[in-house]
């Protein structure tokens, strides 16, 4: 009845960009917060950043804050997650995830509808 898809992911070297989408269908309104969150083999899931609704709250996560842009378009059912200068620590596996709150400390529990997950390996 719902789908989450994130898209985007790839093999960069540090210094470099990228940008994932999360596609949203199945659900019968846009009032939800998105939110991107990693994991990586020697870390738990963590909150990367969120939008509200609006597009006018957003909220990053400290070591990514002025390097990670999120958006959304809620015409096309999308959001964004624009990652410039990557960092080896930033090798990861990023999901999007829907979820009531947009909220500083980016709580996964927080957020009850995930993807699948697309894979970001940052190395040289």
């Known amino acids: 009845q719902w789908q989450l898809v994130e898209s985007g992911g790839a093999l960069v070297q540090p210094g470099g960009s990228l940008t994932l989408s999360c596609a949203a269908s199945?659900?019968?309104?846009?009032?939800?917060?998105i939110g991107w969150f990693r994991q990586g083999p020697r870390e738990a899931r963590v909150g990367v950043a969120c939008?509200?609704?609006?597009?006018?709250?957003?909220h990053y996560q400290d070591s990514v804050r002025g390097r990670f842009t999120i958006s959304r378009d809620n015409t096309r059912a999308t959001a964004t997650l624009r990652m410039n200068d990557l960092q080896i620590d930033d090798s990861a596996t990023y999901y999007c995830?829907?979820?009531?709150?947009?909220?500083?400390?980016?709580?996964?529990?927080?957020?009850?509808?995930w993807g699948q997950g697309t894979q970001v390996i940052v190395s040289s």
């Open positions: 939008i509200d609704r609006s597009g006018s709250v957003v």
């Open positions: 199945g659900f019968s309104s846009d009032d939800f917060s």
């Open positions: 995830a829907r979820g009531a709150n947009c909220r500083r400390e980016l709580r996964p529990s927080t957020f009850y509808y």
